[in-house]
């Protein structure tokens, strides 16, 4: 069974700094999730990669399936980025149950 | 607009008052799945559903059924609720498990 881990649990910056948030997992998988909760409690889906990279606005993600980690990043954080960052998982490589991680809160402050 | 309704949004209960939380989608999506988040332990995977009629469990299935017999509603029902159920749950859907996934607003549940 997966298991995933995000790095690190918390994060502050400063508006305006690159920003880095990392989600290891142990089994071989097809493809990662990566999602936003809002302070409000909503969540939105930002990222679906099975490899290589991703680019949404100044959202980036990448994926190795080898060495089975990911990274979000967010390039000229901005006070509006504060939220918290989740990963997700499939359970193992041909299931689609999904594992999350327990998130990586993100502060930014002007 | 696309979207996930789910309803109620917050409801308290007593242990053992069978509830239904309702989850319905307007975008066609095969795909629906339903979590549960509570403090320290994340998001987990309660059921989730590839098609009609076609149900499967999740990290957390105890205590929780689902059906799927419409494509667009997948309600959860708790047929005896226990305190432990209390947290926030949300619905999601989404074209397949591999496609971006879009939430519910939520429904705090608070069970005593």
């Known amino acids: 069974k997966n298991e995933v881990e995000q790095s690190p649990q918390n994060l502050t910056a400063q508006e305006g700094e690159f920003i880095t948030i990392n989600c290891s997992y142990s089994v071989g998988i097809s493809a990662l999730h990566w999602l936003q909760q809002h302070p409000g409690g909503g969540i939105v889906s930002l990222f679906m990669l099975s490899s290589g990279k991703k680019k949404h606005g100044r959202l980036i993600a990448t994926i190795n399936i080898q060495e089975k980690h990911s990274s979000l990043h967010i390039t000229a954080s901005h006070p509006r980025d504060s939220a918290v960052y989740i990963c997700?998982?499939?359970?193992?490589?041909?299931?689609?149950?999904?594992?999350f991680g327990t998130g990586t809160r993100l502060q930014v402050f002007p | 607009e696309a979207q996930v309704t789910q309803n109620p949004r917050y409801l308290i209960t007593v242990t053992g008052k069978k509830l239904t939380v309702t989850c319905s989608q307007n975008?066609?999506?095969?795909?629906m799945s339903w979590y549960r988040q509570d403090p320290g332990l994340g998001l987990r995977q309660i059921y989730y559903?590839?098609?009609?009629?076609?149900?499967d469990k999740g990290d957390v299935p105890e205590g929780y059924k689902v059906s799927r017999k419409e494509k667009r509603n997948f309600p959860l029902i708790l047929e005896s609720p226990s305190p432990n159920q209390t947290s926030l749950y949300f619905c999601?859907?989404?074209?397949?498990?591999?496609?971006?996934?879009?939430f519910g607003d939520g429904t705090r549940l608070s069970i005593l």
């Open positions: 975008m066609n999506h095969e795909y």
């Open positions: 997700a998982v499939p359970e193992s490589y041909n299931t689609d149950k999904l594992i």
């Open positions: 559903s590839m098609n009609v009629e076609v149900t």
């Open positions: 999601a859907s989404s074209l397949s498990w591999y496609q971006p996934q879009h």
